[in-house]
């Protein structure tokens, strides 16, 4: 992934979603809810449960946008954090309460005329039970998330 530079007046939004009552998936949402006591300038960050319609206006407003998410994995051999660089989704369907982060792009464009850089981060998850605490594998993978997000706060290549 390229190296990003940014204006002192760029504007970031971070979206980390999942569901809280469900184990290692929540995790997503806790990394939202860390970076927003950060306080950090032209950087907003939102926990939200699921990906819906009505974040396209805020993705509008925006020159980059980080989604979370978490990933679920079989081998911890092979565990690791993914970082795509996402581009809208040309077919537009059942933007109802399960859309991803393409969908909300092809959304943001659709209505707002714009698209911007827009990345997603999937966190390594083993746990998706009922249970409002982490396994230790996400733990780990979260803390090595937010170090990233840092560097790439911070002007740094995202990966």
């Given at each position: 992934?390229?190296k990003?530079?940014?204006?002192a ?27 927003d ?117 911070s002007?740094q290549?995202?990966?």
């Open positions: 992934m390229k990003i530079s940014k204006s007046s760029s504007q970031i939004l971070i979206i980390g979603y999942g569901n809280t009552l469900r184990g290692d998936d929540g995790v997503g949402y806790k990394i939202a809810e860390i970076i006591q950060w306080n950090l300038n032209n950087i907003t960050s939102l926990a939200v449960h699921q990906l819906t319609p009505d974040l396209a206006e805020k993705i509008s407003q925006v020159d980059t946008v980080i989604f979370i998410d978490a990933i679920y994995v079989t081998d911890m051999n092979r565990a690791k954090i993914e970082i795509k660089t996402i581009s809208i989704n040309r077919k537009i369907n059942n933007l109802g309460h399960h859309n991803n982060p393409e969908q909300l792009l092809s959304l943001t464009q659709a209505i707002y005329q714009k698209i911007p850089l827009a990345y997603w981060i999937l966190v390594p998850a083993v746990n998706f039970n009922f249970s409002e605490s982490f396994s230790s594998t996400t733990q780990k993978y979260a803390r090595v998330t937010l170090e990233k997000i840092k560097i790439f706060l002007d290549s995202l990966k």
